[in-house]
Every structure is written in structure tokens, then in C-alpha cells.
């Protein structure tokens, strides 16, 4: 089971549909101070299910839709997709992918989407927690946040320990 | 639920101890478990109390589950101290240990519990090169078990990589992408091959 | 207080958006006077309120002193904007853009009001390379007004140095530090002279 | 004006008398993790009065004591001095060079010292206001927290703009 793709749109410096694909093994993203890395970072957050806007350096949720540039105009939806290949069969799911879409309008109206059927944030998160992604979402270390777990609480610790559990 | 925990801690804690001697030469580390609430007194025995704590929902209330009969809950406290020094308060230790302290803790818990992918942002800033290189050595040993993706802006880190993934950005406010596949053999530091790094 | 408050303000905006445009070439930035409190309306003018308010005490009470006939205090808001995208929250930009934005700021109240030295530990941390170099030449040219001690684990960050002191530590917790001065045509980034870096 | 001199004894990994003197110009520290350098920031911010132990990575000031490593036992105080040359005759004073010494014993007494002479904190801080060192201190950036104008609040900006006036 891995991240096999990421498709963005309208997401912070993605205006345009945009597909990443990952294979398993080792990524490594590079590229200079505010390119975008860390907003693909960001997006898989979101993608999954972030509810704090802080998480993704917004004060509002809305605040990930590319906002427009130079000769671009601002877009009026953000739309993530992450598909997780399950083809070894290990999440309790019978598709050979789960396909997790989450989308913002401007006027903060949302929706997630499960292998293209709409669907509410909880459904998300119970097709998340079957494949160890959980709701701590502590796979995803963003930047300046790798601290973190020593600056935690010792109960914080034993709740992501039994998550993960 | 509180089976499923001890039995990940025992795994998470036996981890750290080994997790900290790769990435602390010479020093030495443990997870405790340890009560919090009106009386902070450590207790190993705390989260093998509540037999009805089973339930299948991990995100759920787990308030009540944890607590021993004496209405305290369970904590779990970090202790490292590197080679030649003496233990005392994590917060005391530099920028480039606590980094490590936490990637041996992140380590930790994936190879009790893997999760399918780990998304590391910057997260090696704070290391020299030394430390760097044992972090990097140990996202290679692990890549079998999970897929990694690493977001550095250092050179050093890309020679871990099997695909990288050049990030630019014109004038005009955009990301473009671009990835290449890496021949193994270019892989400096591949699983266990090549030269001690 | 209100008076000095306001020529050292207006010195500091000046140097900022020259700071700007040395750190991020193309983008604009500025700073912003603004009303804050129960009407967070921005005025320009609110600093200029109370002449009565001069005191000599810098570390005084001044929570009457700033504040207008209309009982809200002043702020300082800090806007940039990278060459080719639009102004927006600070908090969306990247860890290296925020750390350039912050430095420009202490180099902008430099300008204005020189502390005698500057101790900077790691501030370069998330700098790529060319934005390292950027902000190695501000240091060095405002090397003159004020000393600078800078700390780092960083080898490109030494090339600035006019002293390098080497700090280390044996198998028993005991800081040592070994300082060399360097030879002034071994600084590559001495003043304005040697090649564009 | 400039920072001439900085002596340590027993202070964090400084356990006995280590005295460091600074030229004009631009110092760099380097070394590798954990060997002391960021110590050496905290021995100056701490020196020069900071009030919180978190600002140098304690929960109580006397965690800044040497707490003994291999083969070394721990000291019973910590002392620091920080010189600052004064030959231009820039700041209030008389003197040629302003020395001021914090010490703290494991019962958590303490005192400073100005130019050899027991006197207060607020003493101290009126001594390097007049070197616009001021109370903020934000000529002195720990690590990690370069981002921290960032985060401010505005008033907080103002402050420090105020105190530099
Ligand atoms: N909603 C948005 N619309 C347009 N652009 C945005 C939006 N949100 C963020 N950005 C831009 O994305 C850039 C930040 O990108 P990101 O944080 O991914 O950089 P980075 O590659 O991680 O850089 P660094 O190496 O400094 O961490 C910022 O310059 C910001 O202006
Ligand atoms: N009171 C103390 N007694 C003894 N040693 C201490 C004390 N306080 C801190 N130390 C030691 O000092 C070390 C941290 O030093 P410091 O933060 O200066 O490292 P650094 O050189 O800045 O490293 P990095 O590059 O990782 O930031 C820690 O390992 C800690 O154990
Ligand atoms: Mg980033
Ligand atoms: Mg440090």
C-alpha cells in the first residue's frame, strides 16, 4: 500500500490540473525556497481530511485556493485527490485503489468524495484508519513541525501510540 | 483497546531503545509509560488496567479507557541521553538532537505499526552531515516497509532518492514538476550496499 | 516617546522596502502602521497622537502613550510580496520566504537604530543556497555598523567570517572552542569586493 | 561598541572557567550537533537578564547549572559575564567597557553584578538601554525562532520598534 498519486486544482500554486505520481520506495522533492513543495505537502493534509486551517499556514480554509499571480486570475475552487493503491489487498476494501477527494469554494462550501461517490469527512476517515492513516495523521511531519513530539504532552504521545495501535 | 496498546507500546518502546543507539552512538534512550492526572506518580503497570476498555474505534472517547482505578490517565514520557552526557530535561538538548530524538520516535512507531506512506517536510534541517547521513541510511533501510516521500531544499538528501522530483516556479506564481527515476546504482545510499556512509 | 516612535517607524519603513527588494528581487514590501483594539481600522495618522506621551522610559507603561483620542493602540503589519504573485497572508509563505521576511525586518530596524551586536543562531536554517548568499552580503555590508555573531552548522555560512571559532565537544559533555581569525582575502563575501556571489 | 568578551563557569556545558573574546566584524560558530554553540546564545541572553528559563531551554533557571556529564560532577552555580566594550564612549558611562555578570546557585539564588558591583536587575537594564541593547532583546535570535516577527502580534512590533527608538 502506497501513495500512487496526487491530482491538484486550484489548489495554493497549482491553478491547473496538475498529477503527480509516486511509485514505492523513496521520493525526494526538491527545488528552491517557495516553489511549492510544501504545498504539496499541505495538500495531502487537506486532502485527508485537516481541519485546522493553521495546519496548511491559512487563517481560512479558503485561503488554499490559488489566489492568482501574474497574469493569473484567482481560481474560485480548490480540488485534491489522493489515491492510495491498495492492490496487495490490505485495507478493508475491495477496490485496488482508494481515491480520497476533498474540494473548497470560495464561499467555504465543501465536500469529500470516496472513490468518486460524495461522502461525509467520517466515512473518509473510517476508509483512512482501515489502511493506518490516522486521524493524527502523524505520517505527515510538515515543515518546522518535526519538534513537535518533543514539545507534546505525554498523553498526546499514548493517543498517537494507540492510534497507531 | 488497552491490549492493543500495551502490545504497540512494549514493540514502540523496544524500537526507541534500539532506534536511539543508531542515531545516538554511544548514548541510550526509552519510552516510559508514566500517570498523569491528581497523582503524577509513574506506574508501569497503568495500561494494563481496564480489561473493558476493548473497543474498535481508535478516535473515539478514549478518556475513560486509559484510566487505572484511580481516575488517573496513562502518559508516555521520552527519555534520551546522548553518549558522554548526563539525562536530564529533553528540552535542554540542541536543535539537531531533538530532530533526532523525534525521528527515532517516528522510526519507532513504524516499525511496530507501518503506515503506508510518510511525508517528511524539511525534516532534517537541523542535522550535520553526520546525522544526516545516519537518518538518510535509515529511510533507505526502512523504504521496503513504507513508501517515503522527503521534502528538502539540501543536495545531500537527494542522493537517497530512488525518484526525485524537481520543484521550480516561473515569474508568474505557478509550480511545475518534473520527476526522474534515479538507476539504482545511483543511489549512493541504497539499502545496504555501497560504502559506509 | 511618540515622537521618536515615529521617525525611527518612518526610517524603518524606508529600509524595509530597499531590504525587500535586496532579499526578494522583483517583490515589494512594506510596513504598515494600523490601528488595533475595538475599532481595527487603519489610520496612518495614529501615531502621531499624543505629544504628552514623551517619557523617557522606552520600557515604560506605554499602553496609554500610543494610543489615539479614540482609546485603540497602534501596530506595526508587515506585508511582502514575491516577484510574480499576489499579496497575501504571511502565513502561506514558504519557511525560506518567512525567514527572509524576518530578516529583512531586523536589518531595516539595523539600519535605523544599530544594536551594538546581532547573535543569530541558525536564523539562515531554511535558506536555499542563493538566498543564503543574498542574505551573506547584507551581513557583511552592515558588518561596519554593527557586530555580528552568527552560529551555524552550515559550511557556506563560515565563508563570511572574518573569526571562526570551532566549537566542539569530547566523550564527556565538556564545550570547547578553538577561534581562528581568517586572513581578510580569504572572506569571499568581505564587503563589496571579490565576484558577485 | 561591541561585544568584547564572554566568560562562562558552569554554565550548561561550560562547567568550569571558559572565557571567549569577540572582535568587530562578523564571528562565525560552527561545530557539529549538540556540542555547545547554541549555549553560548543562551549564555548571552541569559547574562543580560532574560527572565523566562524556556528562553534557554530550561523549565526552572537552575536547569542552566552544569548538571555533570562523564566523569564530571555537576557544579553548584553558574556564572556568566558578559563584557561590552564601551572605548567609543557611545553609551551612558564612564567606563571603557561595561561588564555585567548573572550568577545562579541550585537553591535558585541569584545576583548581578555591573562593573564588579552588586546591583539589580533593573540596574542592568537601564546600564544596556543606554547601548540599545534593549529588554526585548531583538538583537539576540535563538534558534529556531528567526520566524517569530512573523507570528507577532502588530503591538508586539511596535514595542520593539519603540524600544529601539
Ligand atoms: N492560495 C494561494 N494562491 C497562490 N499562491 C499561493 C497560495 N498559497 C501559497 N501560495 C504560494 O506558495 C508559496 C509557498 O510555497 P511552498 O511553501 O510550497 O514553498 P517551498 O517550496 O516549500 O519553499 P521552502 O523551501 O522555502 O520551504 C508562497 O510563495 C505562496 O505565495
Ligand atoms: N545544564 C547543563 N549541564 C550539562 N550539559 C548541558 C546543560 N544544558 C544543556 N547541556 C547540553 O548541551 C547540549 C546542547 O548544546 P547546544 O544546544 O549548544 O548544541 P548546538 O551546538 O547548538 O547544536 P545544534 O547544531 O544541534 O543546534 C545538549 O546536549 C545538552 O545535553
Ligand atoms: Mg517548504
Ligand atoms: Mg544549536
Redesign the interface.
Known amino acids: 500500500m502506497y501513495l500512487k498519486a496526487l491530482n491538484l486544482k486550484g489548489f495554493k500554486s497549482f491553478p491547473d490540473r496538475t498529477r503527480l505520481n509516486f511509485s514505492p520506495g523513496v521520493s525526494v522533492i526538491v527545488g528552491p525556497n517557495g516553489c511549492g513543495k510544501s504545498n504539496i505537502t499541505d495538500a495531502v493534509l487537506w486532502a485527508l481530511g485537516e481541519q485546522s486551517p493553521l495546519a496548511v499556514r491559512g487563517q481560512t480554509m479558503q485561503d488554499v485556493i490559488f489566489a492568482g499571480g501574474k497574469g493569473q486570475s484567482a481560481r474560485r475552487f480548490a480540488e485534491v485527490e489522493v489515491v492510495i493503491d491498495n492492490s496487495e489487498g490490505r485495507a478493508n476494501s475491495e477496490f485496488s485503489e482508494i481515491s480520497v477527494t476533498r474540494r473548497i469554494e470560495r464561499g467555504g462550501e465543501g465536500e469529500y468524495r470516496l472513490n468518486g461517490a460524495r461522502c461525509r469527512l467520517s466515512d473518509v476517515l473510517e476508509a483512512l484508519s482501515d489502511t493506518n492513516l490516522g486521524r493524527e495523521m502523524h505520517s505527515v511531519i510538515s515543515q518546522g513541525r518535526v519538534e513537535q513530539i518533543i514539545n507534546s504532552k505525554p498523553r498526546d504521545r499514548r493517543l498517537l501510540i494507540e492510534e497507531a495501535a | 483497546?488497552a491490549a492493543?496498546?500495551e502490545?504497540?507500546?512494549e514493540a514502540?518502546a523496544r524500537n526507541f531503545e534500539e532506534m536511539v543507539s543508531e542515531l545516538f552512538p554511544?548514548g541510550r534512550g526509552r519510552l516510559r509509560r508514566?500517570e498523569?492526572g491528581p497523582k503524577p506518580v509513574e506506574q508501569s503497570f497503568a495500561a494494563q488496567g481496564s480489561a473493558e476498555a476493548a473497543s474498535e474505534d481508535?478516535?473515539g472517547e478514549?478518556g475513560d479507557d486509559?484510566q487505572d482505578g484511580h481516575g488517573s490517565?496513562?502518559?508516555?514520557?521520552?527519555e534520551v541521553t546522548?553518549?558522554?552526557?548526563?539525562m536530564?530535561?529533553?528540552?535542554?538538548?540542541?536543535?539537531?538532537?531533538?530532530?533526532?530524538?523525534?525521528?527515532a520516535?517516528?522510526f519507532s512507531?513504524l516499525l511496530?505499526?507501518?503506515?503506508?506512506?510518510?511525508?517528511?517536510?524539511?525534516?532534517e534541517?537541523?542535522?550535520?552531515d553526520?546525522?544526516l547521513d545516519r537518518f538518510l541510511r535509515l529511510?533507505?533501510r526502512f523504504?521496503a516497509r513504507?513508501?517515503?516521500?522527503?521534502?528538502?531544499?539540501q543536495?545531500r538528501?537527494?542522493d537517497?532518492?530512488?525518484?526525485?522530483?524537481?520543484?521550480?516556479?516561473?515569474?508568474?506564481?505557478?509550480?511545475k514538476?518534473v520527476?526522474r527515476?534515479l538507476p539504482p546504482d545511483q543511489?549512493e545510499l541504497a539499502g545496504d550496499a555501497g560504502p559506509a556512509v
Request: proline letters at 3%.
Open positions: 483497546i492493543a496498546f502490545e504497540t507500546f514502540t554511544g508514566m498523569i481508535a478516535c478514549d486509559d490517565e496513562v502518559g508516555v514520557e521520552i546522548p553518549a558522554g552526557k548526563s536530564r530535561r529533553l528540552s535542554l538538548l540542541s536543535g539537531g538532537e531533538k530532530s533526532l530524538v523525534a525521528l520516535f517516528v512507531v511496530a505499526r507501518p503506515c503506508p506512506f510518510y511525508i517528511l517536510d524539511e525534516v534541517a537541523a542535522l550535520d553526520i546525522n529511510v533507505r523504504a513504507s513508501q517515503f516521500i522527503v521534502v528538502t531544499h543536495k538528501t537527494m537517497a532518492a530512488d525518484v526525485l522530483y524537481g520543484v521550480s516556479m516561473a515569474g508568474d506564481g505557478i509550480t514538476v520527476s527515476k543511489t
